[in-house]
């Protein structure tokens, strides 16, 4: 029997074993994600003050649709054998889709990297969750005024006192010129203090020394700053883009018979652009390049990656939030507005369980079909 495999339990993992699952049909097919978890992780929602919550049981989604989950961490992918190793166990394949997501780019040679928390992984977001309990008051910095560190320093905000540390000159820098007055305006509403053109150079026992030679009362780090591919890309290609990112074609192709989707793709959003590393983006490429790793065996159309409209939507806390649109990031609504629409995005991002025509009927459709978010 025909054998299809997919690497990673995150959006593009997951939405990739329904998208097989709906070329499939009745045909001889057998699908296999590999990921070690038990769930799949909303990773976008883990700044949440109940991070615990932000998962969904892999079980509810796999075993209806008849995908088996081999619970295992993959080690090596030989492409030329068409084999991946899992757990020490050989897992042959007819087609692969890497979908082993990103992580965070963690400091090597930080003094007191060890007591450094984050946001990135389930367990991480727990753990910080944890530290702060049940503290009446805490002092916290945040390295990395990007997507992640205001999101995290925002939310925290609301309970103690933040620091933000960029080593840029701005806030946002990678978000553009476009929603920057919104998100300073926020910072400013919530006392998130800044510390531009700065970085951590130690991290202490309740302290962080910063880049300028301060010291600065620090109950908790957050380390936010930077992502990287999945190392399992190198085992498909040696030519990766600037984040280790899969180069594939627009049907999500990156070799003859491995596909890429989520973190691991570089696919093209427009002649200027490449996608994104998040959800948005995650989540229709899953689906396709799921979809044709299984009809590729089975001799059906493939059919193209064409990504949806580009958005951004940036929680700010107690200030609301920011939602954007096209590269420019033109602010489409903020505050209480744009929370609205953040906390839309949030249920939406949410895949159906249990029923396995709910969930095959969302494969095929594959861009989230809301006023905000309008499928091309």
């Not at 020490?88 to 990297?113: Q, T, W």
Request: aromatic fraction near 6%; hydrophobic fraction near 45%; glycine fraction near 10%.
């Amino acid at each position: 029997m025909a054998h299809v495999v997919i690497i990673g339990g995150g959006f593009a993992g997951v939405w990739s074993a329904a998208g097989a699952a709906l070329a499939r049909a009745d045909a001889d097919l057998r699908i296999t994600l590999i990921s070690p978890h038990e769930h799949l992780v909303l990773r976008p929602r883990l700044y949440e003050p109940n991070p615990d919550l932000a998962k969904v049981a892999l079980s509810r989604i796999l075993q209806p649709i008849g995908v088996e989950h081999a619970r295992a961490s993959v080690s090596a992918i030989d492409t030329g054998a068409r084999a991946v190793v899992a757990g020490g166990a050989k897992i042959n394949y007819d087609r692969l889709v890497l979908a082993a997501g990103s992580e965070l780019i963690r400091p090597s040679r930080l003094p007191g990297a060890d007591r450094l928390f984050d946001i990135d992984t389930l367990d991480g977001a727990l753990r910080l969750t944890d530290h702060l309990r049940d503290r009446e008051q805490f002092s916290v910095v945040v390295v990395g005024a990007g997507f992640v560190g205001l999101e995290a320093a925002t939310e925290l905000a609301g309970s103690g006192r933040v620091l933000l540390v960029d080593e840029s000159p701005v806030i946002g820098a990678q978000l553009g010129s476009g929603p920057r007055a919104v998100i300073e305006a926020a910072l400013d509403q919530l006392g998130v203090a800044r510390r531009l053109s700065t970085t951590v150079t130690e991290v202490g026992d309740g302290y962080a020394i910063l880049s300028d030679g301060s010291r600065v009362e620090a109950d908790a780090v957050v380390w936010s700053a930077g992502m990287k591919a999945s190392a399992l890309a190198r085992h498909i290609s040696g030519r990766l883009d600037h984040l280790g990112r899969v180069p594939v074609d627009q049907w999500l192709r990156a070799l003859p018979e491995v596909f890429a989707a989520g973190d691991t793709a570089a696919a093209a959003f427009d002649t200027e652009h490449t996608v994104m590393q998040a959800c948005q983006h995650a989540t229709p490429m899953g689906k396709v390049a799921g979809y044709n790793a299984a009809a590729d065996l089975l001799g059906k159309p493939l059919r193209e990656f064409t990504p949806g409209p580009y958005v951004t939507c940036l929680d700010l806390g107690n200030a609301g939030a920011v939602f954007t649109r096209d590269w420019d990031r033109k602010v489409m609504a903020s505050g209480s507005d744009g929370k609205e629409i953040k906390l839309r995005i949030n249920q939406a991002i949410h895949p159906p369980v249990d029923n396995a025509e709910t969930i095959l009927a969302a494969a095929d459709r594959v861009y989230i079909e809301l006023p905000f978010f309008p499928r091309p």
